[in-house]
């Protein structure tokens, strides 16, 4: 990401994390209509589900610049989701759903170059992560 695209997603974040409990109305309802298959594996409190996915916005946000903060967290997550039955195509519609979603919060201050910031921070913690995973890199070895 260039740092352009990294101040691009925090400005953006934080227009819409002013009503995180809104936004993440906004994002399951969204996800849900784009995969209802994904409903069932939310079982407890959806308001309780939405702060957590604004705090892991929030932490991923913020950390753009140090991103080997980020992946552990990211990687963490994504083995909790695996053993709820998330799978790989899952996080496409995942994706889709945010981006809708930001779309809704931010209005016309969602443009084309925000869009691709977005896009740009899905792709870079998506990418390190599996970089991390095929090469079996360690925290230890990016000291």
């Not at 939310?42 to 980020?70: H, Y």
Request: charged content about 20%.
């Amino acid at each position: 990401m260039t740092s352009q695209q990294i101040d691009l997603v925090q400005t953006s974040f934080a227009q819409v994390r002013a009503t995180p409990d809104a936004v993440a109305a906004l994002f399951y309802n969204k996800l849900f209509e784009l995969d209802p298959s994904l409903r069932p594996m939310f079982r407890g409190d959806l308001t309780e589900q939405g702060r957590k996915l604004m705090q892991m916005l929030s932490f991923a946000v913020s950390s753009l610049r140090r991103l080997e903060q980020i992946v552990p967290a990211v990687e963490d997550l994504g083995r909790r989701h695996a053993s709820y039955g998330v799978r790989d195509q899952h996080y496409a519609t995942v994706a889709a759903a945010l981006l809708w979603t930001l779309e809704q919060g931010l209005g016309a201050g969602f443009t084309p170059e925000v869009k691709a910031a977005w896009v740009a921070m899905m792709v870079c913690v998506a990418s390190w992560r599996w970089f991390r995973l095929r090469w079996s890199i360690n925290d230890s070895d990016l000291a």
